[in-house]
T-cell receptor, first 111, second 113 residues
């Protein structure tokens, strides 16, 4: 049973639009929430991560929003570009050096 | 040169065959992981190792075994491959100042006929 539920499974956005991916978790002991980006034929790579003591973290066009009370977090990709087309995975960790991954979201940015 | 390498990159085998997937890293990390990726299921942890003498089962270890030959090498074996082990397999490392970040290899696409 997946400990982190991710939606949607896929999304299509126009260039310049906003992509939003949502994740939900049950275990309140999770203390680290990263997002990984995977391009076709490549392994996933860390994109951005957040800890539960902050509600938002922004790096360039990528923002994580974290809602501790709702046990949800989301990735927002602002001004989406064709180069952002990839599969995105959310994950969570119990400070035990293991990650529980969501099922992934394939993002397609149309030019 | 890539920090985490996997061999082979692609492999087709038959049901019942034994197969080994190899992973090597030059990052000097202590922690190494094996995952399988299936469409719609994300990444599932098969085995992980926090040092050469430490091997642990992950979520889906049945049908798999591992060997940590050295700090830099971590191999995954399928003793008797079956078709539902057809998947994309990733090795990852972690350690040093990277806290919980994991660094993934390029993957091995395995097909079991």
């Amino acid at each position: 049973q997946q400990q982190v539920k991710q939606s949607p499974q896929s999304l299509i956005v126009q260039k310049g639009g906003i992509s939003i991916i949502n994740c939900a978790y049950e275990n309140t002991a999770f203390d680290y929430f990263p997002w990984y980006q995977q391009f076709p034929g490549k392994g996933p790579a860390l994109l951005i991560a957040i800890r539960p003591d902050v509600s938002e973290k922004k790096e360039g066009r990528f923002t994580i929003s974290f809602n501790k009370s709702a046990k949800q977090f989301s990735l927002h990709i602002m001004d989406s570009q064709p180069g952002d087309s990839a599969t995105y995975f959310c994950a969570a960790s119990l400070n035990d050096y293991k990650l529980s991954f969501g099922a992934g979201t394939t993002v397609t940015v149309r030019a | 040169d890539a920090d985490v390498t996997q061999t082979p990159r692609n492999r087709i085998t038959k049901t019942g065959k034994r197969i080994m997937l190899e992973c090597s890293q030059t990052k000097g990390h202590d922690r190494m992981y094996w995952y399988r990726q299936d469409p719609g299921l994300g990444l599932q942890l098969i085995y992980y190792s926090f040092d050469v003498k430490d091997i642990n089962k992950g979520e889906i270890s049945d049908g798999y075994s591992v060997s940590r030959q050295a700090q830099a090498k971590f191999s995954l074996s399928l003793e008797s491959a079956i078709p539902n082990q057809t998947a994309l397999y990733f090795c990852a490392t972690g350690g040093g100042s990277s806290y919980n970040e994991q660094f993934f290899g390029p993957g091995t696409r395995l097909t079991v006929l």
